[in-house]
């Protein structure tokens, strides 16, 4: 049951979704769409009600998703590497089944190791395929013994050059040498991570443009030499997409925020406290 208390105030189009049990106990998916009329000097204002039936498209879409999460499955890692001197925590959780954003781990050897997080495009099928897409690339360029820039460039080229139509993949990689306590990042169109040492908060924002903007890009990386203690933290912009009931934003500074008031935990324990906030 649907009731608008003052019809005055329904000035936007609404839709609602929903399910029902038919005889047999079959299940049906249907849509209600309400369109505002306002009325004019001789007609009364109210609002055009239409019921759709939309099991097929739902039934599709939850077949579409579920190959889609089968395959997403195959291309993100099953854990974590056991990097030498580095305690590590990571959360995934998507919007819907099959999300957009991925994240590698590769072991390089002689304790380095490469970190990937990327924001892909879209969610279901569509981002399975640019997940693959990713994943092989990279691991790809990696295997050729390219360096740090060397993976950036290379990765421009295929979003740029090789993918039909345009495909922009903000990403950051970074390059973890744990021999001497030394992180390289190349932030690439992405939000800012955050480094925390005491009670010192700083955030390294994008030092390139996104994959695939530029047919060609002359790749940065920087430098972070590490110390006994540090935090390090970045999410995709999926994490400022968190509306609360108010309708606001997690947005930049409730992550400086919160990144501030959760240091001096393990990396469990701020990722823990970390969902509760969100």
Same mark, same amino acid.
């Given at each position: 049951q649907i009731q608008y208390r003052n019809i005055d105030h329904f000035a936007e189009s609404h839709s609602f979704e929903g399910e029902c049990e038919i005889q047999g106990g079959k299940t049906r998916y249907f849509e209600i769409s309400l369109q505002p009329s306002p009325?004019?000097?001789?007609?009364?204002?109210?609002?055009?009600?239409?019921?759709?039936?939309?099991?097929?498209?739902?039934?599709? !879409?939850?077949? %579409?998703?579920?190959?889609?999460? *089968?395959?997403?499955?195959? !291309?993100?890692? %099953?854990?974590?590497?056991?990097? *030498?001197?580095l305690d590590f925590d990571y959360a995934y959780i998507p919007y819907i089944a099959v999300g957009g954003d991925y994240y590698d781990f590769v072991s390089l050897g002689e304790d380095r190791y490469l970190i990937l997080m990327a924001d892909l495009t879209g969610h279901g099928v569509q981002a399975a395929l640019y997940m693959s897409m990713l994943n092989i690339s990279f691991h790809e360029i990696v295997r050729r013994g390219a360096d740090i820039r060397g993976i950036v460039q290379q990765l421009n080229y295929v979003f740029a050059k090789l993918v039909p139509g345009t495909l922009i993949v903000p990403y950051i990689l970074f390059e973890y040498d744990a021999v001497r306590a030394l992180l390289r990042y190349a932030n690439v169109g992405h939000p800012p991570f955050f480094h925390v040492r005491g009670e010192s908060v700083t955030e390294y924002r994008r030092n390139n443009p996104a994959s695939g903007l530029r047919e060609t890009l002359e790749a940065k990386a920087d430098e972070i030499q590490l110390a006994t203690g540090d935090l390090l933290f970045c999410a995709t912009d999926g994490v400022e997409d968190v509306v609360n009931r108010e309708g606001d934003?997690?947005?930049?500074?409730?992550?400086?925020?919160?990144?501030?008031?959760?240091?001096?935990r393990t990396p469990k324990e701020f990722s823990a406290a970390l969902k509760e906030r969100l």
């Open positions: 009325g004019g000097a001789h007609l009364p204002g109210g609002a055009m009600c239409v019921f759709r039936d939309v099991t097929t498209r739902k039934l599709s !879409f939850d077949h %579409e998703i579920a190959y889609a999460a *089968r395959e997403q499955s195959e !291309f993100l890692p %099953e854990a974590v590497p056991n990097f *030498r001197d934003r997690f947005e930049d500074e409730r992550v400086a925020q919160a990144v501030h008031d959760l240091a001096g």
